[in-house]
């Protein structure tokens, strides 16, 4: 049990938002991904802060950090290591690589080949590499928060599926409203460089606030009420691909951690609710072709909207 959960969450929402300004929701989703033990996604188009919250974030717990910045050049071994052969022992020896610290940043991942790509899917997945037929624990606890831009800028290479779903949450930082973009403009007081952050958080608090989270109770009708939605999406004719097994396990532990945050040791529908669309909307394939009232149904936010709008709250 670690001691005043709430405290130690809010210290580290209010030491992230003295960089980040005016995304209290974002920062949130970021401490869930954590707490859950999930890997986040952030994408959105250039300049509006990606980089600088997956810093922010980094730099505010007491863990080992490393940034990889992801190009259409970078090979898996730049990521996970390689064997390199010792000339004093005459042995070949494993060169641990970036991916190899507590919280790993994986700048751009969209601008490098498929393959690079691949080499962080058993990292994610198993918190481990396989090199060479050696299996290598990378250390706890371990998250990847990665920022990407639309898929439509050239350069990029989009993500395969099998990528996404390894991404408990994905998040779209937006443009800030004009007062809090005056402020970034105007004060330096309020707004900081991620770079300066003191830790909030220390690993050993981490992995006890995880543990937390995945005490945190949930309901039977609750469990019911999400795989209700989990199936309904594997049965819409305006979907080619619905929601994995993996997505109903990471949006389960999602409601727990999102639960922690608001200070219950219990789960409630808004819970669920609230984490439907970053934590599905990138599993799900929508049928460009199939037409929804009138207009073709591109949009997996509002196909999801209307999944929770059909399917029934518990009581």
């Not at 001691?3 to 401490?31: F, W, Y």
């Not at 989009?158 to 779903?165: A, T």
């Amino acid at each position: 049990m670690i001691a005043d959960p709430q405290a130690k969450i809010a210290a580290l929402h209010d030491n992230i938002e003295r960089v980040i300004c005016g995304k209290s929701e974002v920062v949130t989703l970021a401490m869930v991904t954590l707490l859950a033990r999930g890997h986040l996604l952030i994408e959105d188009v250039p300049g509006v802060g990606k980089t600088t919250l997956a810093q922010s974030f980094a730099r505010s717990l007491n863990c080992s950090f490393k940034r990889i910045q992801f190009t259409s050049d970078l090979l898996p071994s730049d990521v996970i290591g390689m064997s390199v052969f010792n000339q004093h022992t005459r042995e070949f020896e494993f060169r641990p690589g970036p991916i190899f610290a507590n919280i790993v940043v994986a700048d751009e991942i969209n601008r490098t080949t498929p393959k690079t790509q691949s080499s962080l899917l058993e990292a994610m997945n198993d918190a481990q590499v396989s090199v060479e037929n050696h299996t290598h624990p990378l250390p706890r606890p371990f998250m990847v928060i990665a920022t990407q831009n639309p898929v439509e800028y050239q350069g990029t290479f989009p993500l395969p599926e099998s990528q996404l779903d390894r991404f408990l949450i994905r998040v779209h930082m937006g443009y800030p409203g004009v007062d809090d973009e005056k402020r970034i403009l105007t004060s330096r007081q309020v707004i900081g460089r991620a770079d300066e952050l003191t830790p909030a958080l220390t690993s050993e608090e981490v992995l006890g606030l995880q543990d937390e989270a995945a005490r945190v109770t949930m309901d039977d009708s609750l469990i019911d009420y999400l795989m209700a939605i989990v199936t309904a999406t594997r049965s819409r004719p305006d979907l080619d691909l619905g929601v994995s097994t993996r997505g109903a396990v990471f949006l389960y532990r999602a409601a727990q951690a999102m639960a922690l945050v608001e200070g219950r040791t219990y789960c409630l529908p808004d819970d669920v609710k609230r984490l439907v669309i970053p934590v599905f909307a990138h599993r799900i394939i929508v049928n460009p072709g199939i037409e929804s009232f009138g207009r073709r149904t591109d949009d997996a936010k509002e196909i999801l909207s209307e999944v929770l709008d059909q399917v029934p709250v518990p009581l």
